[in-house]
């Protein structure tokens, strides 16, 4: 092998050298990226939902009560009726009201 072809393989090596550096270092900042939004500060729970009370009709027995996102699902039975109230997390309207009933 001659000087010459020696001195072109080096000058591959120090650049291939050079290019996993730069792609190191871009995948570096991708994971810190990653990391910093899933450990930043975030709203607690009770800053989303203002609600000081939720109306349901009287004797009202709530089964289960799930916030999603920006609404409160409540199920609950009245007098052997059950159904599944959609309540605003915000205001405390009643969205949508879906009765449960058997086949």
């Given at each position: 092998?001659?000087?010459?072809?020696?001195a072109v393989?080096?000058?591959?090596?120090?650049?291939?050298?050079?290019?996993?550096?730069?792609?190191?270092?871009?995948?570096?900042?991708?994971?810190?990226?990653?990391?910093?939004?899933?450990?930043?500060?975030?709203?607690?729970?009770?800053?989303?939902?203002v609600l000081?009370?939720?109306?349901?009709?009287?004797?009202?027995?709530?089964?289960?009560?799930?916030?999603?996102?920006?609404v409160i699902?409540?199920?609950?039975?009245?007098?052997?009726?059950?159904?599944?109230?959609?309540?605003?997390?915000?205001?405390?309207?009643?969205?949508?009201?879906?009765?449960?009933?058997?086949?």
């Amino acid at each position: 092998m001659t000087d010459e072809a020696r001195a072109v393989i080096g000058k591959a090596r120090r650049s291939f050298g050079f290019s996993m550096s730069i792609l190191i270092l871009g995948f570096m900042a991708i994971v810190l990226a990653l990391v910093y939004r899933a450990t930043k500060d975030r709203e607690s729970a009770d800053d989303l939902y203002v609600l000081e009370s939720i109306v349901l009709p009287n004797g009202a027995e709530v089964i289960s009560m799930i916030p999603v996102r920006d609404v409160i699902a409540v199920t609950y039975s009245v007098e052997g009726q059950t159904a599944l109230r959609m309540i605003s997390a915000e205001t405390g309207e009643i969205l949508k009201e879906i009765p449960v009933v058997g086949e």
